[in-house]
C-alpha cells in the first residue's frame, strides 16, 4: 500500500515522525492539565487528588524506559514501537471510558508505558542511523521541538474543553493522535541491523553494571530529586492556577508557557556558559539560589496568601535555576560512566520519573487551599537534598570542585 510506503531515513519525512514520537509525553501529561477540576467533578473527588493521574502515568513510564530499551535491543525498533503505540491507543480508550477514579488511575499507569516505548525506540533509531554532527543536529531538532510541546499542549486541552465542556474529548484528541502514530510506526525502517542485536539478557545485566557506580548513582538521585521538584510544580500547576486563583483557562495556559520560557532561556544560557564553570559549581550556586527563593516564596505567601504575582514570579525563578541545574547533574551523571551510555541514560531518566511520581502522590494528599505555598516547601526540601549529595560527591569522591563540563 502507497499510504504505508517505507520512508528513508535520510528524508525529512522520518526525522518529522520521530519528532510527534518524542513529543507523545508532553501531549499525554498537558493536554488533559486544564481539565483536572472537571475530572475532580466527574469522578467526585478533590483536585489534588486528581494530581495523582500525573504520578501514575509516570510510573508506567519509568517502567518502560527500563523495559523497551533492551527489549528492542533483541527484537527490533520498529516492533516494539508498533507494540507501544497499540498499548497507549487502548490504555488511552480506556482513561475516555472510565466511570470510576481507580480506573483512570490504571489506564494511565498502562498509557505511560506504552508512551515509554515511542520515545526510547525514536531515540535509539536517531543512534542507529546517525553519528557525528549529524546526529548532534538532530538531537538539537527533537530537543528543540520536545520544550515548544509543553507550550502548545495546554492550549489544545483549553480548545478542547472550551468547546466541549467535556474532559473525555481530551483523550479522545490522544487516541486520534495515536491512530495516526501508529500509521506512521508501519511506515518507520527497522533501524536495528541484525548483526547488532543482543539477548535480553545482556542488555538487562548491563542495568547491573551502573548500580554499583557509586557517584554515578548518587548524581541520578541528586537529578531525581531536582526532576522531582520541577514535576510538583508541573502536576499541582493546574490546580494551583484554575482552584486557588480563580485564573481562565487561556490564563492558566500562558502562565504555564512562562515556566517553559524560563526553561528555554536556561538552556540557551548554559549551552552558551558551560564551558566558562565547573560543573558542581553550577549546581552549588543553582541549587543554593532556587533554596532562597522557594523559602522566599513560602513565606511571603503563607504571611500573604492568594498573591498570584508572588506566586508567579518565585514560581518562574525557582524554575530557571531547576532548569540550569538538571542538564549539569545529567552531564556529571554520564560523565562518571565509561561504558554503555545508552542502559545509563535509561536509568537516569528512569529514576527522574520514579522521583517526580512519588513528589506528585505527595502533593495530591495536600488540600489544594493551602497548596500555593506547600509547593514551595516541598521543593526547597527536594533541592536542599540535591545541595547535600553535590557536597558528599565533592568531599568523599571527588574532592575537589573543579569538575568540568566536557562541551562537544
Same mark, same amino acid.
Given at each position: 500500500?502507497?499510504?504505508?510506503?517505507?520512508?528513508?531515513?535520510?528524508?525529512?519525512?522520518?526525522?518529522?515522525?520521530?519528532?510527534?514520537?518524542?513529543?507523545?509525553?508532553?501531549?499525554?501529561?498537558?493536554?488533559?492539565?486544564?481539565?483536572?477540576?472537571?475530572?475532580?467533578?466527574?469522578?467526585?473527588?478533590t483536585p489534588s487528588n486528581v494530581i495523582s493521574t500525573f504520578a501514575?502515568?509516570?510510573?508506567?513510564?519509568?517502567?518502560?524506559?527500563?523495559?523497551?530499551?533492551?527489549?528492542?535491543?533483541?527484537?527490533?525498533?520498529?516492533?516494539?514501537?508498533?507494540?507501544?503505540?497499540?498499548?497507549?491507543?487502548?490504555?488511552?480508550?480506556?482513561?475516555?471510558? #472510565?466511570?470510576?477514579?481507580?480506573?483512570?488511575?490504571?489506564?494511565r499507569i498502562f498509557q505511560g508505558f506504552g508512551d515509554s516505548a515511542?520515545?526510547?525506540?525514536?531515540?535509539?533509531?536517531?543512534?542507529?542511523?546517525?553519528?557525528?554532527?549529524?546526529?548532534?543536529?538532530?538531537?538539537a531538532t527533537l530537543m528543540m521541538l520536545f520544550l515548544i510541546a509543553?507550550?502548545?499542549?495546554?492550549?489544545?486541552?483549553?480548545?478542547?474543553?472550551?468547546?466541549?465542556?467535556?474532559?473525555?474529548?481530551?483523550?479522545? %484528541?490522544?487516541?486520534?493522535?495515536?491512530?495516526?502514530?501508529?500509521?506512521?510506526?508501519?511506515?518507520?525502517?527497522?533501524?536495528?541491523?541484525?548483526?547488532?542485536?543482543?539477548?535480553?539478557?545482556?542488555?538487562?545485566?548491563?542495568?547491573?553494571?551502573?548500580?554499583?557506580?557509586?557517584?554515578?548513582?548518587?548524581?541520578?538521585?541528586?537529578?531525581?530529586?531536582?526532576?522531582?521538584?520541577?514535576?510538583?510544580?508541573?502536576?499541582?500547576?493546574?490546580?494551583?492556577?484554575?482552584?486557588?486563583?480563580?485564573?481562565?483557562?487561556?490564563?492558566?495556559?500562558?502562565?504555564?508557557?512562562?515556566?517553559?520560557?524560563?526553561?528555554?532561556?536556561?538552556?540557551?544560557?548554559?549551552?552558551?556558559?558551560?564551558?566558562?564553570?565547573?560543573?558542581?559549581?553550577?549546581?552549588?550556586?543553582?541549587?543554593? #539560589?532556587?533554596?532562597?527563593?522557594?523559602?522566599?516564596?513560602?513565606?511571603?505567601?503563607?504571611?500573604?496568601?492568594?498573591?498570584?504575582?508572588?506566586?508567579?514570579?518565585?514560581?518562574?525563578?525557582?524554575?530557571?535555576?531547576?532548569?540550569?541545574?538538571?542538564?549539569?547533574?545529567?552531564?556529571?551523571?554520564?560523565?562518571?560512566?565509561?561504558?554503555? %551510555?545508552?542502559?545509563?541514560?535509561?536509568?537516569?531518566?528512569?529514576?527522574?520519573?520514579? %522521583?517526580?511520581?512519588?513528589?506528585?502522590?505527595?502533593? #495530591?494528599?495536600?488540600?489544594?487551599?493551602?497548596?500555593?505555598?506547600?509547593?514551595?516547601?516541598?521543593?526547597?526540601?527536594?533541592?536542599?537534598?540535591?545541595?547535600?549529595?553535590?557536597?558528599?560527591?565533592?568531599?568523599?569522591?571527588?574532592?575537589?570542585?573543579?569538575?568540568?563540563?566536557?562541551?562537544?
Open positions: 500500500m502507497k499510504l504505508l510506503k517505507q520512508v528513508e531515513v535520510e528524508s525529512t519525512k522520518f526525522i518529522f515522525y520521530i519528532a510527534l514520537f518524542t513529543i507523545l509525553p508532553s501531549f499525554a501529561t498537558d493536554t488533559y492539565a486544564p481539565a483536572l477540576p472537571h475530572i475532580a467533578h466527574f469522578f467526585g473527588v501514575t502515568y509516570f510510573i508506567g513510564y519509568a517502567i518502560g524506559i527500563l523495559s523497551w530499551g533492551p527489549i528492542s535491543d533483541t527484537f527490533g525498533r520498529k516492533k516494539i514501537l508498533i507494540y507501544g503505540m497499540l498499548m497507549y491507543i487502548l490504555s488511552t480508550i480506556i482513561c475516555s471510558l #472510565s466511570i470510576k477514579f481507580y480506573q483512570l488511575l490504571a489506564g515511542c520515545t526510547t525506540v525514536a531515540f535509539a533509531m536517531v543512534r542507529d542511523c546517525y553519528e557525528g554532527k549529524k546526529l548532534t543536529k538532530t538531537l509543553p507550550i502548545i499542549a495546554p492550549f489544545i486541552g483549553i480548545l478542547i474543553i472550551k468547546a466541549t465542556d467535556e474532559w473525555q474529548n481530551i483523550f479522545h %484528541f490522544l487516541t486520534l493522535f495515536g491512530i495516526v502514530l501508529l500509521i506512521f510506526s508501519f511506515k518507520m525502517p527497522e533501524t536495528l541491523k541484525i548483526d547488532h542485536s543482543s539477548k535480553m539478557t545482556i542488555s538487562f545485566k548491563k542495568y547491573l553494571i551502573h548500580m554499583y557506580n557509586f557517584e554515578f548513582i548518587l548524581i541520578v538521585i541528586a537529578s531525581g530529586f531536582a526532576f522531582g521538584a520541577f514535576f510538583v510544580f508541573v502536576g499541582a500547576s493546574a490546580v494551583v492556577y484554575l482552584k486557588t486563583f480563580k485564573v481562565t483557562q487561556i490564563e492558566y495556559g500562558l502562565l504555564f508557557a512562562l515556566n517553559v520560557i524560563a526553561g528555554l532561556l536556561a538552556g540557551f544560557l548554559l549551552r552558551k556558559y558551560c564551558h566558562l564553570i565547573s560543573g558542581y559549581t553550577i549546581t552549588t550556586f543553582t541549587t543554593v #539560589s532556587a533554596i532562597i527563593c522557594t523559602i522566599m516564596g513560602f513565606f511571603v505567601l503563607y504571611f500573604c496568601p492568594n498573591n498570584i504575582l508572588f506566586f508567579v514570579v518565585f514560581m518562574w525563578l525557582t524554575t530557571f535555576f531547576i532548569m540550569l541545574c538538571l542538564p549539569v547533574l545529567s552531564s556529571i551523571a554520564l560523565n562518571s560512566v565509561k561504558d554503555h %551510555f545508552g542502559v545509563a541514560t535509561s536509568i537516569l531518566s528512569a529514576i527522574r520519573f520514579v %522521583f517526580a511520581a512519588i513528589t506528585l502522590l505527595f502533593i #495530591s494528599s495536600i488540600s489544594y487551599k493551602t497548596m500555593e505555598y506547600s509547593l514551595f516547601l516541598i521543593q526547597s526540601i527536594l533541592i536542599f537534598f540535591i545541595l547535600v549529595i553535590s557536597f558528599i560527591i565533592m568531599v568523599k569522591i571527588r574532592g575537589a570542585w573543579m569538575y568540568k563540563i566536557k562541551s562537544d
